[in-house]
């Protein structure tokens, strides 16, 4: 992971090697639905950038697109419905939208690998832990060309279940999943994850379903884990705090657009774009009066008939019509602040 990155195209019959910065990089990603209402366009042109070795959070109300989002990249949505209309995922200079179901099957689980919310979902309760484990890195083994034997496997599970905190790691593998709290699950399904050796770990709301104190530990689980295992997370959750405690950057996505990217640093003490100054207004503070707490007005549209310009703006006290007639770009509005606002432009075309 501490090597450059490379990506590289055809020039005149000459081969340029280009150094490319981010370990992943999604742009212009726009992803369509075919429903029996109609054409529900849930990705308008997303655009995320992650470096090697650092964490970034993408928060943003249910129904915004940011499990869309991270399933995209290991290519886990369905064909049909699903229809990639623009767009490119690069992954270590690599397009992933350009590979086969075969090709992607080989960085799955091994270059990247997913940890979803529900652990008991993904843990299959009639089999050990120890099967489970086992099978998964002999598949892994296969796919990296570094065969590995049952009893080599379960050596390495056990290592991994130690590397997570669970106690007794030896003892525990022999156990099913329904032996286990739901933190331990969590915990199991991590160092599966783990068992592939990525480079990239995606965590689709990795607390959700747990309580307040496990959620602690597990955050402080994954933080501990980057450090050790020099690991890239992209952090899906719909909880600022949760992405405040792991991660150095953010992504607001509203609707399908993401529309301000910051160190957390920034995002919370000066937040850019009226959605994210909403979602942080309605964080309970013990500063803050029960009674006083702001919610934002309305919902999230549909996506089957969006509102025209900025999707935020039936929803936004500060809408212009320029607001409802052209979408904003993900602009710079201070160093390393990005936002998609007209309350940052000087002047607006069309207006």
């Avoid at 104190?213 to 600022?240: C, E, W, Y």
Wanted: some cysteine.
């Amino acid at each position: 992971m501490a090597c450059a990155i490379f990506s590289t195209r055809r020039a005149g019959g000459r081969t340029i090697v280009k150094r490319n910065a981010n370990i992943l990089q999604i742009e212009n990603l726009g992803i369509h639905f075919d429903t029996f209402e109609g054409t529900a366009r849930v990705l308008d042109g997303v655009s995320l950038e992650l470096a090697p070795g650092d964490t970034l959070g993408v928060v943003g109300e249910t129904g915004c697109g940011k499990s869309i989002t991270s399933k995209a990249v290991l290519g886990l949505l369905p064909v049909p419905p699903t229809k990639i209309v623009s767009g490119r995922i690069l992954f270590q200079g690599e397009d992933l939208l350009d590979k086969s179901e075969k090709e992607i099957g080989k960085i799955r689980g091994t270059r990247i690998a997913m940890i979803f919310q529900d652990p008991m979902t993904y843990l299959n309760p009639v089999f050990s832990i120890e099967k489970q484990m086992v099978d998964v890195i002999v598949r892994h083994g296969r796919q990296r060309g570094e065969p590995v034997t049952r009893k080599q496997a379960r050596t390495q599970a056990v290592d991994l279940l130690d590397a997570v905190q669970i106690p007794s790691p030896a003892d525990r593998i022999r156990e099913y999943p329904h032996e286990f709290s739901g933190g331990m699950r969590q915990r199991v399904l991590i160092a599966m994850a783990l068992s592939g050796k990525p480079d990239l770990l995606i965590a689709d709301e990795p607390t959700t379903a747990l309580d307040v104190t496990i959620q602690a530990q597990i955050l402080r689980l994954l933080k501990d884990l980057v450090n050790r295992f020099n690991l890239s997370i992209l952090l899906i959750s719909h909880d600022l705090g949760v992405v405040a405690k792991l991660c150095r950057r953010i992504a607001v996505m509203y609707a399908g657009n993401v529309v301000e990217t910051a160190t957390i640093a920034q995002v919370f003490d000066q937040p850019a774009h009226p959605y994210t100054q909403g979602l942080l207004a309605s964080i309970p503070r013990l500063s803050r009066r029960v009674d006083s707490l702001e919610g934002i007005k309305g919902s999230i549209p549909s996506f089957i008939d969006p509102p025209g310009g900025c999707r935020f703006n039936p929803r936004c006290g500060h809408a212009m019509s320029v607001c409802r007639k052209e979408k904003p770009l993900l602009e710079e509005t201070s160093p390393g602040h990005r936002t998609a606002c007209f309350l940052y432009k000087s002047s607006w075309p069309n207006t």
